[in-house]
């Protein structure tokens, strides 16, 4: 079952600071087309740190290989689809050069459960063979070199960076994306953009922390169809103008005479 954000709980990280004393709302219109100003960015954080204290990954490995190999399958997929594959796929395979020996073709039977099946194969077979030639088998800690292996780009090399190397990185999927965007702690057209803003405007002692939060936050609360508001702990910093009432409950017919 997904996990359930709380909204009283204080996180260990970071060590909550006072909070700044918050003013009226603004009219709707002003607060959608504004950016979040640097104590409500505090303040949101804050509270999402609340509302998820044991923030990590969703993806299950046991080592930076195993985790680049679960971040490369996860592209356009769910953690939990992949999660369902990859201890077979371990199993079989728990370093390059057993990925190698493996084979795409046994690679590819062995999470066709996913999208995008065949091209992940071949790209996680490929990335082993680059960094069993190229790192003596170890995943690189640096983004440059992440992103010359097979099926990796800038989120994923963000995601091994932040987990397995301990880099303060935001990493920015499609939920991050939609959250920044609509609360207004950092908007932008492309993914970069946005990564850029997040960069630029989260405290860095959050930011290692944050994008676990903020992809929690994203995919099971601030869902993309009807966020659902009356369950967020960041309302009240959060700048989204259309916020989603609690839903009225069915009414029940009165019994019959």
Not at 85 to 109: K, S
Not at 170 to 179: A, E, G, N, S, Y
Request: aromatic share 4%; hydrophobic share 40%; charged share 25%.
């Amino acid at each position: 079952m997904p996990p359930k954000p709380r909204s009283s709980t204080t996180a260990s990280a970071p060590a909550p600071q006072a909070r700044p004393a918050r003013k009226a709302a603004a009219p709707a219109a002003a607060r959608a087309k504004r950016d979040m100003k640097p104590p409500e960015i505090r303040a949101f954080l804050l509270d999402l740190a609340r509302a998820w204290p044991d923030a990590k990954t969703e993806l299950v490995y046991t080592t930076p290989f195993t985790l680049l190999v679960a971040v490369v399958l996860s592209a356009q997929a769910t953690d939990a689809s992949v999660n369902r594959v990859t201890p077979a796929l371990f199993a079989a395979a728990p370093t390059p050069a057993a990925m190698v020996a493996l084979g795409e073709e046994a690679v590819a039977q062995l999470i066709r459960t996913i999208g995008l099946w065949r091209s992940k194969a071949h790209n996680v077979v490929e990335l082993s063979r680059q960094l069993l030639a190229e790192h003596d088998g170890a995943v690189p800690g640096t983004r440059e070199a992440l992103e010359k292996l097979a099926g990796v780009g800038r989120k994923t090399a963000n995601v091994v960076l932040s987990v397995a190397f301990d880099q303060p990185t935001v990493p920015v999927d499609t939920h991050v994306f939609r959250l920044a965007n609509r609360s207004g702690l950092g908007r932008g057209r492309t993914v970069e953009a946005v990564e850029k803003a997040l960069e630029r405007r989260i405290p860095q002692e959050m930011k290692q922390e944050s994008h676990h939060w903020m992809i929690l936050q994203g995919r099971y609360v601030c869902k993309a169809r009807k966020p659902e508001c009356w369950r967020c702990a960041a309302q009240e910093p959060c700048l989204y103008p259309d916020k989603t009432p609690l839903p009225t409950p069915p009414r029940r017919a009165s019994a019959a005479a």
